[in-house]
């Protein structure tokens, strides 16, 4: 199994980037998708973005394609997310996960593994 841990929230103007990461303990990391969520309040929990173990397969909320980019580096068990040209919509506590397996998914539900989340709030 995995233990997610994520960093490099904070609070940003309209315009700015921000790139958070995550850090997964455990082994076989490479073996596991990963994917950041994100669920502002009063909102449910939404996919935002989603790696392959190997790196090589990406997928995008239509809301964030552009302007953000996940990214992972399996030698230092840690993904990435790059986020530019942020909006006040992007305000969110932004979560990474991890499932077992290649296959994707943008439910919540099959991803085992969760962070404790960053806060990520963006300002007009």
């Known amino acids: 199994q995995v233990q997610p841990v994520e960093s490099g929230g904070g609070l940003v103007q309209a315009g700015d980037s921000l790139r958070l990461s995550c850090a997964a303990s455990?082994?076989?990391?490479?073996?596991?998708?990963m994917a950041w969520f994100r669920q502002a309040p009063k909102k449910e929990r939404e996919f935002v973005t989603s790696?392959?173990?190997?790196?090589?397969?990406?997928y995008y909320a239509d809301s964030v394609k552009g302007r953000f980019t996940i990214s992972r580096d399996n030698a230092k068990n840690t993904v990435f997310l790059q986020m530019n040209n942020l909006e006040p919509e992007d305000t969110a506590v932004y979560y990474c996960?991890?499932?077992?397996?290649?296959?994707?998914?943008?439910?919540?539900?099959?991803?085992?593994?969760w962070g404790q989340g960053t806060q990520v709030t963006v300002s007009s």
């Open positions: 455990g082994r076989a990391f490479s073996s596991y998708a």
């Open positions: 790696i392959s173990g190997s790196g090589g397969t990406t």
């Open positions: 996960a991890a499932k077992r397996g290649t296959s994707h998914s943008d439910y919540p539900t099959e991803y085992r593994y």
